[in-house]
């Protein structure tokens, strides 16, 4: 069956970095758009970052020129690196596919940014 499982989450001062990885298994990971979803407390889940199977990608305007999203197609990874990072991104992040005309979420990992 399809799983997604996040890591790479932590505590960070703002300005600093972290790289998450979504590791995925039980579909053809490479014929099939991701996502990185993200909900803060007390805030709905917001898309943070997708990338379609051939590359192309896309940001929400709050993250553009900080994050960069993408993809090892051998090692079924999904990525996403964050730099300058700041205090409003504290959030747990999920990783997303939709597959089959289902959609599957990760189990998310935490990111807090704090001084």
């Known amino acids: 069956q399809v799983q997604l499982v996040e890591s790479g989450g932590g505590l960070v001062q703002p300005g600093g970095s972290l790289r998450l990885s979504c590791a995925a298994s039980?579909?053809?990971?490479?014929?099939?758009?991701m996502s990185w979803y993200r909900q803060a407390p007390g805030k709905g889940r917001e898309l943070v970052a997708s990338?379609?199977?051939?590359?192309?990608?896309f940001y929400v305007d709050s993250v553009k020129g900080r994050f960069t999203i993408s993809r090892d197609n051998v090692e079924n990874t999904l990525y996403l690196q964050m730099n300058s990072l700041k205090l409003e991104d504290t959030a747990r992040y999920y990783c997303?596919?939709?597959?089959?005309?289902?959609?599957?979420w990760g189990q998310g990992t935490q990111v807090t940014v704090s001084s």
């Open positions: 997303n596919c939709e597959y089959w005309w289902r959609t599957y």
């Open positions: 039980g579909f053809t990971f490479s014929s099939t758009g």
């Open positions: 990338i379609t199977n051939a590359g192309s990608t």
